[in-house]
Antibody, heavy 123, light 108 residues
Framework: QVRLAESGGGVVQPGRSLRLSCAAS????????YVWVRQAPDKGLEWVAH????????YYADSVMGRFTVSRDTSLSAVYLHMSSLKAEDTAVYYC????????????????WGEGTTVTVSS | QSVLTQPPSVSAPPGQEVTISCSGS????????ISWYQHVPGTAPKLVIY???ERPTGIPDRFSGSKSGPSASLGITGLQTGDEAIYYC?????????FGGGTKLTVL
């Protein structure tokens, strides 16, 4: 059974760091790309980061470039989002999702999502 | 950067049908692949349509997707109260993901 479970959220002061984890089970982590997507209070879904299946290529939204880093550990079957220099506007529920699709056709979609973990940046 | 535009809300009574549009701002969507997600805030988003019109296993055929030129659409027939959610279109733009602003579906 495919499952993604995020953890690591909490309340953190502006300027501090936090690492989110996404534990994957029911399938081989290394076969897929993954994304982090967030939803700020009363806002829509916003893409944050994307990591390719082999960890070689990573993409970031402009809003988090230089502050957030996505990584994965196949031995622990987990994907991570390390967030630094946190700002109030980073307050959101953070979701990880597995990416399926065709690299040949440049056609991707997120077929399984976790339940999310809440990050609150506040002094 | 491109934007995907969706209407903020749609509503219809149970048993009826709705269509939610998703329009590209700067480019024809023809060469992009649209996926649609159903999201009840506080729960995991759920894929309902991928590759413009394909349905994942377990999604009823009441859900359909289409695309023409600069816009894509999600259709839902035989509306049920359980369909109430926010629906998002999304696409991969080669180096980043674009999400539409979301459309809140109310079944009243």
């Amino acid at each position: 059974q495919v499952r993604l479970a995020e953890s690591g959220g909490g309340v953190v002061q502006p300027g501090r760091s936090l690492r989110l984890s996404c534990a994957a089970s029911g399938f081989p982590l290394s076969y897929y790309d993954y994304v982090w997507v967030r939803q700020a209070p009363d806002k829509g879904l916003e893409w944050v980061a994307h990591i390719q299946f082999d960890g070689s290529t990573k993409y970031y939204a402009d809003s988090v470039m230089g502050r957030f880093t996505v990584s994965r550990d196949t031995s622990l079957s987990a994907v991570y989002l390390h967030m630094s220099s946190l700002k109030a506007e980073d307050t959101a529920v953070y979701y990880c999702a597995r990416i399926m699709g065709s690299r040949l056709r440049n056609a991707f979609y997120a077929d399984f999502w976790g339940e999310g973990t809440t990050v609150t940046v506040s002094s | 950067q491109s934007v995907l535009t969706q209407p903020p809300s749609v509503s219809a009574p149970p048993g009826q049908e709705v269509t939610i549009s998703c329009s590209g701002s700067t480019s024809n969507l023809e060469n992009l692949y649209i996926s649609w997600y159903q999201h009840v805030p506080g729960t995991a988003p759920k894929l309902v349509i991928y590759n413009d019109f394909e349905r994942p296993t377990g999604i009823p055929d009441r859900f359909s997707g289409s695309k023409s030129g600069p816009s894509a659409s999600l259709g839902i027939t035989g509306l049920q109260t359980g369909d109430e959610a926010i629906y998002y279109c999304a696409t991969w733009m080669n180096t980043y993901w674009l999400f539409g602003g979301g459309t809140k579906l109310t079944v009243l």
